[in-house]
């Protein structure tokens, strides 16, 4: 199973920027998206970024030239570029990962698996 570790959040004045990392870990698994969520008080969670494993990206219309989502295949790792961030921004951040992993009991391969990590608290002051 693939555990998902976050970093980089934090309190930051608007205008500001932060850059957000998630680390996937695991054995035997593929990652074919990661992306970031988030949520803020009384509302739902929503997506802010994704990226495929071919490097297609797809961004909230929020976050739009203000936000970039890259990743390192080699670390197994996503990133969230923060800029510009204003106060509407503040929000749980959650890295999402869809991968797919071979179960060695089963002898076959699993595809759709999603995994979430814990979140990391952005709050962007006015």
């Known amino acids: 199973q693939v555990q998902l570790v976050e970093s980089g959040g934090g309190l930051v004045q608007a205008g500001g920027s932060l850059r957000l990392s998630c680390a996937a870990s695991g054995s035997d698994f593929s990652i074919d998206a990661m992306g970031w969520y988030r949520q803020a008080p009384g509302n739902q969670r929503e997506l802010v970024a994704r990226i495929t494993k071919a490097d297609s990206t797809d961004y909230a219309d929020s976050v739009k030239g203000r936000f970039t989502i890259s990743r390192d295949n080699a670390k197994n790792t996503v990133y969230l570029q923060m800029n510009t961030l204003k106060p509407e921004d503040t929000a749980v951040y959650y890295c999402?990962?869809?991968?797919?992993?071979?179960?060695?009991?089963?002898?076959?391969?699993?595809?759709?698996?999603?995994?979430w990590g814990k979140g990391t608290l952005v709050t962007v002051s006015s």
């Open positions: 999402n990962a869809v991968y797919n992993e071979y179960d060695r009991l089963d002898r076959r391969r699993y595809y759709g698996i999603e995994a």
